[in-house]
């Protein structure tokens, strides 16, 4: 099945707490601290895999956790870091943060990869809080928490030529006739539900990739029938082939529609070379129409061939034209490629909430300290205690009215009690 759009949960590793430990050994009566720090969490990266054609594969997947670090231990012993968790996709695929719905990334070579959630770092052992004032600190990190987010991943093909054209124009019997593709071939409308992708061999050191993209009706820019669920194939192509149906009743107004089409939906679609192929030129009714719509449309500035896609006439000279197009084309170093949007967002940011029960404070960075700290160990909460005013918590929470005794918490996990 051909699955083009996908959202998927994915969360990178925690990283490894830290250790908190104290060298022993025989007449050795004072051994410093040797807690080790805890392994770096797991990255969760997508690479595109051009063996791939479609997102069927996270049909039934639909969580991506990757393992978490390891924690530190005895004699500075840093603990082992969680492999990349790797999730191959199709060559084509767009990244989108489902919350946000900035675009993290568009994988279109082989081999190309996106970190799409950073593993935590290790927290540090007791062994790296050592100083002049404090030399057996009772003080250590947990591992920082990975990252989590839903991400809607998009496919676009990647193809030189997309077929294009009113449903039944012919445009799967084109490609069938043009390649070793096979798709489902009948005679009524929407028989094409799915793109098909075939290889044409021109000759021994040139070949191009065809995409037959399903029929687009009316509204489709919006929605209607089909379309707007496969227009966005196009947008890859460099050079279109605009199949008209020779036996239809009004072929000009067939071609007007399907450009208008393109255009409401992305205009720079019209912007793109296009080849007119005017189908089943062997039929008698089509040949009277022929000469009245190649100088309509090449009126236009359009180029225009009469084929036959059932008996192979005038392929090789449309194969042959759209080499000459596509070797003509500039290739524009990374003109394929989006851009990468990286969120601006302050991490150190937060918001202080008046609740029944007291004051919750969430923020990026204040959050991910809570969850980093050994409440058990009271050196551990000293220095969260400064974090919090270093980041200006404590100030914001006095300017709102805390008073001793309030419960502020910090995000979702962690309690405190208010003391001035």
């Known amino acids: 099945m051909f699955i083009d759009e996908v959202e998927i949960y994915i969360r990178s590793g925690k990283g490894g707490d830290g250790f908190v430990h104290f060298h022993r050994e025989k007449y050795v009566a004072r051994g410093g601290p040797d807690g080790g720090d805890g392994g770096r969490g797991g990255d969760v990266i997508l690479e595109?895999?051009?063996?791939?054609?479609?997102?069927?594969?996270?049909?039934?997947?639909?969580?991506?956790?990757?393992?978490?670090?390891?924690?530190?231990?005895?004699?500075?012993?840093?603990?082992?870091?969680?492999?990349?968790?790797?999730?191959?996709?199709?060559?084509?695929?767009?990244?989108?943060?489902?919350?946000?719905?900035?675009?993290?990334?568009?994988?279109?070579?082989?081999?190309?990869?996106?970190?799409?959630?950073?593993g935590g770092r290790g927290g540090r052992g007791n062994a790296r809080f050592v100083s002049s004032r404090n030399q057996a600190p009772r003080i250590a990190e947990r591992g920082e928490p990975g990252q989590e987010r839903v991400l809607r991943l998009e496919l676009k093909l990647i193809a030189d030529v997309g077929i294009v054209g009113m449903p039944n124009a012919g445009?799967?019997?084109?490609?069938?006739?043009?390649?070793?593709?096979?798709?489902?071939?009948?005679?009524?409308?929407?028989?094409?539900?799915?793109?098909?992708?075939?290889?044409?061999?021109?000759?021994?050191?040139?070949?191009?990739?065809?995409?037959?993209?399903?029929?687009i009706i009316e509204g489709a820019h919006r929605g209607v029938g089909l379309g707007d669920s496969f227009l966005r194939h196009i947008q890859r192509t460099k050079v279109l082939i605009h199949v008209l149906d020779g036996l239809s009743p009004e072929p000009f107004a067939d071609f007007s529609q399907i450009n208008s089409e393109m255009a409401l939906y992305d205009e720079n679609l019209t912007r793109k070379p296009q080849i007119v192929v005017f189908n089943k030129i062997d039929m008698p009714d089509a040949v009277e129409k022929w000469q009245q719509i190649k100088s309509q449309i090449e009126e236009l500035g359009y180029k225009t061939m009469a084929i036959?896609?059932?008996?192979?006439?005038?392929?090789?000279?449309?194969?042959?034209?759209?080499?000459?197009?596509?070797?003509?084309?500039?290739?524009?170093?990374?003109?394929?490629?989006?851009p990468v949007y990286r969120s601006k967002e302050d991490a150190r940011q937060f918001t202080i909430e008046r609740i029944s029960e007291g004051w919750r404070v969430?923020?990026?960075?204040?959050?991910?300290?809570?969850?980093?700290?050994?409440?058990?160990?009271?050196?551990?909460?000293?220095?969260?205690?400064?974090?919090?005013?270093?980041?200006?918590?404590?100030?914001?929470?006095?300017?709102?009215?805390?008073k001793d005794g309030d419960t502020v918490f910090i995000g979702e996990d962690y309690e405190l009690e208010w003391m001035d």
């Open 48 to 118: 595109a895999r051009s063996s791939l054609n479609t997102l069927s594969s996270f049909r039934h997947i639909k969580k991506y956790l990757a393992k978490d670090g390891e924690k530190g231990g005895i004699n500075n012993m840093t603990g082992r870091s969680a492999e990349p968790l790797l999730i191959p996709v199709p060559a084509g695929t767009v990244v989108y943060d489902k919350l946000t719905g900035e675009i993290l990334g568009d994988l279109v070579e082989e081999g190309q990869q996106l970190l799409v959630g950073k």
């Open 171 to 215: 445009k799967s019997s084109l490609l069938a006739a043009l390649t070793n593709a096979q798709p489902k071939i009948a005679d009524y409308p929407f028989t094409t539900l799915e793109p098909n992708l075939g290889v044409a061999d021109i000759d021994l050191e040139t070949s191009i990739v065809l995409a037959d993209i399903p029929g």
């Open 308 to 338: 036959s896609a059932l008996t192979r006439q005038g392929l090789e000279p449309l194969l042959w034209t759209v080499k000459e197009i596509l070797r003509a084309m500039p290739d524009v170093e990374g003109e394929k490629v989006l």
């Open 362 to 402: 969430r923020g990026k960075a204040i959050e991910r300290a809570a969850a980093m700290t050994y409440w058990e160990f009271e050196g551990s909460v000293r220095r969260f205690q400064r974090l919090m005013s270093a980041l200006g918590v404590e100030d914001a929470l006095r300017q709102a009215g805390a």
